[in-house]
């Protein structure tokens, strides 16, 4: 099922709704007031589209940027994400980069809030993502959505083990995307060859087990600021390990929903949480960037320890 629309992704956007009302925040002036919208069943039937509800949430449209084109990320075409993220994990041989780049050479784009699994599960292999930001979530009778994981550029999907296994989860992405899908094959010969790659694919399913379980105790354990808190400073360091983060600045194309499926808070919640964590000028956050003004600090209030993360030569 190809799903286009920002607003298409059969999930409950929001905690606070009831029926078809959502509560929407503008969280772009500190002034915030909370205010009741009619939402409608098809949102592409409003007046100029679902944009001005996303908008008015002070988080970015899925996939907009300026003037309402593309999210840009400041980043050459030429640098392959893939190789810096195993990179980011083991030492890599010039033989090891050509191989990342042969395997890397052909990719398919996505708009954002497709679902990916529909388009690929059946087929096998590895699903590599080259450009934007995607999630796995797992969708209840009920119609919510509890997000279980973030992919970012240079991350990978073992398409085996959902086909294998069934999985009862799906993966959409945020933003527009550009991925590869390796055939099985070709995964089975590059890893068999490069010893380096191999390890480089087994730490980083390691790693997602770990961010699994520090997922965990955030939504179990950590207060909302601590929560969100935590979220920043791990999407931020990965982001950095990939060349995507310079100065303390990152992309944050995700919009106060998901973070609202991510956190198990309400929107209004994750609203005023974003608040607080201005005010004691921890973040700057815009509608499509994040700005850790002070690291030690929300380090301290996330208890963030990076070592889950297994990255080499990072603070």
């Known amino acids: 099922m190809l799903v286009n629309h920002p607003f298409a992704v059969p999930v409950r956007r929001s905690r606070d709704r009831i029926d078809q009302t959502i509560l929407v925040q503008t969280i772009s002036d500190p002034a915030v007031s909370a205010q009741s919208v009619r939402f409608p069943q098809d949102p592409s039937s409003l ?52 191989a990342i780049e042969r395997i890397t050479a052909t990719s398919e784009t996505f708009a954002a809030r497709t679902d990916l699994l529909a388009q690929h599960e059946t087929e096998g292999g590895r699903l590599i993502l080259m450009e934007g930001f995607a999630c796995r979530y797992r969708l209840l009778a009920e119609g919510r959505r509890q997000i279980t994981a973030y992919l970012v550029p240079g991350d990978s999907h073992d398409l085996d083990v959902s086909v294998s296994n069934r999985m009862n989860q799906g993966m959409t992405t945020l933003t ?25 694919l087994r730490l980083a399913e390691k ?29 931020e360091l990965r982001l950095r390990a990939v060349g995507l983060a310079e100065n303390d600045r990152c992309d944050m194309p995700i919009t106060q929903y998901d973070l609202a499926d991510t956190a198990g808070l309400s929107s209004v919640h994750v609203n005023r949480t974003l608040q607080e964590l201005r005010r004691q000028g921890l973040i700057t956050l815009t509608a499509r960037a994040l700005t850790i003004r002070d690291r030690p600090s929300l380090r301290a209030m996330a208890g963030f320890q990076p070592g889950y993360l297994r990255l080499r030569e990072m603070d």
């Not at 050459?76 to 195993?86: G, Q």
């Not at 995964?187 to 068999?192: G, N, Q």
């Not at 997602?208 to 999407?235: D, Q, Y």
């Open 47 to 98: 007046q100029g589209g679902a944009g001005p509800f996303v908008r008015a949430a002070g988080l970015p449209e899925s996939g907009s940027g300026e003037n309402g084109g593309p999210v840009r990320f400041a980043v050459p075409r030429n640098v392959n994400r893939f190789r810096r993220r195993l990179e980011s994990l083991v030492p890599l041989s010039g033989q090891d980069g050509d």
């Open 176 to 200: 527009p995307v550009r991925v590869v899908r390796a055939e099985p094959a070709t995964i089975a010969a590059v890893t068999r060859d490069h010893p380096a790659i191999a390890e480089g």
């Open 207 to 235: 790693v997602e087990e770990a961010t699994l379980c520090e997922w965990l105790v955030n939504i179990g354990a950590r207060p909302a600021l601590s929560r969100i808190a935590h979220l920043f400073c791990e999407l």
